[in-house]
């Protein structure tokens, strides 16, 4: 997912058209990063999700400038008014961000009822269990790495946490 800040672009924008031409605009950013990360357009304004579309083509000028062809994304439609899933901090200079789309998406897994009474669930080797009281226990797949945890956005329903395994050093 390409994540674009349209703080100044769309700064007035009303209409959900407004947000996505400002959303699809020329962006300066590396064709192997559009290829790997180039399956949805997210608009954020303010840190909050105002657009996401799916990215259906692309062009480039000669400065290595992108404009997106996009469609509808209902299957995503759930992040509008949402926290961005990346911070801006004030004054940030880099107005795109590039987050795997399959860590936003719930995947298709069973969740399991412990005889505790917690909620359990295995993926990809990372075990998460959630207490009844609300705190989790993440367990990582490899017993010898640091879960490093990259950031953390509360949200009104919730929120995300970005978290990587690191080498013991």
């Not at 559009?34 to 996401?52: P, S």
Request: no cysteine; hydrophobic share 40%.
């Amino acid at each position: 997912m390409i994540i674009v800040n349209v703080n100044r672009s769309a700064a007035k924008a009303a209409t959900e058209e407004q947000v996505r031409d400002a959303a699809i605009g020329a962006w300066l950013m590396s064709e192997a990063s559009e290829l790997a990360y180039g399956d949805y357009l997210t608009a954020v304004r303010k840190n909050v999700v105002i657009g996401v579309w799916k990215i259906e083509g692309s062009s480039w000028d000669k400065d290595g400038r992108v404009t997106f062809d996009v469609a509808p994304a209902p299957d995503l439609s759930d992040m509008l008014g949402q926290p961005s899933p990346v911070e801006w901090k004030q004054g940030a200079a880099n107005p795109i961000k590039l987050v795997d789309t399959r860590t936003l998406r719930q995947e298709a897994t069973e969740v399991e009822l412990t005889p505790q009474g917690n909620r359990r669930v295995q993926l990809d080797g990372w075990t998460l269990v959630v207490y009844p009281e609300g705190r989790a226990r993440l367990q990582a797949p490899d017993v010898g790495k640091k879960v490093i945890v990259e950031s953390a956005f509360p949200g009104p329903k919730g929120g995300n946490v970005t978290v990587r395994l690191m080498a013991d050093a």
